[in-house]
């Protein structure tokens, strides 16, 4: 500690300090004498750290300033990029849906029609086996056929043979009369049957129910069937004199024969008859004359 009107320690050390540049400037090799070379005091003291560690301070934050600028610019890149592709995303899973719901619309009206026809289809098939069914089942058993008295059965009608002469649209009331019809004959095994049934004689000639009446040459059978073929004798019909109705004529003549012996002849004439009575079918409607 310095006492009062010493002088200062400075001064002392300021003064060691000149001391100390001149014997230092001797070994100069530039140094000229009599003109000493001051050299520049280094500044000391903690200012120097004061202003590096300010630099430095700076040169972090500014650095961490960048550092979160460009974080924060990558962090917010993707959230956008995000928020995009969760919209696109969106846009299009709507879409899929209204499709998807379109297509099972559809697929459920197709449904529906299908179980429709297929109900159609389910009953059908069980009226067909229905019908199947009653074609496979045994046909219930009949009665045998029985005629009247002095009728003759042969197939499944009944005939009768007159004994009495009759105009032939009054044979046709007769036969009417019994639930039955004049003949009517289709093959030649009816025919046959019928011929044999007849008696032979002179000219035995016996109406059955077929008729050109109404028109000529289209011959009819009493239920208003056409004549398809029949056993006319040749040269029958020939409608000699308006001759509109047939008959069977058997004879005494040996080379006659069942299947040739249909004749023409007036109605108004009189001869025997042959009704027909259908055992299993309704009464025929003969044609009226």
């Known amino acids: ?33 009599g003109s000493p070379v001051r050299l520049p005091v280094r500044p000391s003291g903690p200012g120097l750290y004061r202003l590096a560690t300010v630099c430095l301070a700076t040169l972090c934050g500014v650095l961490l300033i960048s550092i979160i600028a460009v974080a924060a610019h990558y962090t917010n890149k993707p959230r956008s990029g995000g928020e995009a592709t969760s919209a696109l995303q969106k846009q299009t899973q709507d879409a899929n849906v209204t499709v998807l719901s379109a297509t099972i619309n559809k697929l459920q009206q197709e449904k529906s029609q299908l179980q429709k026809e297929k109900a159609e289809l389910q009953k059908e098939k069980a009226e067909l086996q229905a019908k199947l069914a009653a074609t496979k089942a045994p046909a219930p058993a009949q009665a045998p056929v029985t005629c009247p008295m002095n009728w003759k ?8 043979i007159s004994t009495v002469s009759r105009s032939w649209q009054e044979g046709q009331d007769f036969c009417q009369t019994h639930g ?9 095994e009816e025919q046959t049957f019928l011929w044999n049934l007849l008696p032979r004689g002179h000219w035995n000639a016996y109406w059955f129910g077929i008729t050109d009446e109404h028109t000529e040459d289209k011959w009819k059978w009493v239920d ?5 073929g029949g056993f006319w004798e040749v040269g029958e019909p020939n409608n000699h004199i308006n001759e509109d109705c047939g008959y069977i004529v058997k004879t005494r003549v040996l080379e006659r024969v069942a299947i040739r012996s249909w004749y023409d002849a007036p109605c108004s004439m009189y001869w025997p008859f042959i009704c027909e009575k259908e055992m299993n079918t309704s009464t025929i409607t003969p044609t009226a004359h």
């Open 180 to 188: 039955a019809h004049l003949a009517i004959i289709h093959t030649a």
């Open 224 to 228: 208003g069937t056409p004549l398809v």
């Open 1 to 33: 500690m310095s006492t009062p009107g010493s002088p200062p320690a400075t001064e002392g050390m300021y003064s060691k300090l000149i001391d100390d540049e001149g014997a230092f400037d001797e070994f100069r090799p530039n140094a000229h004498p």
């Open 153 to 160: 059965l042969f197939g499944s009608s009944c005939y009768f």
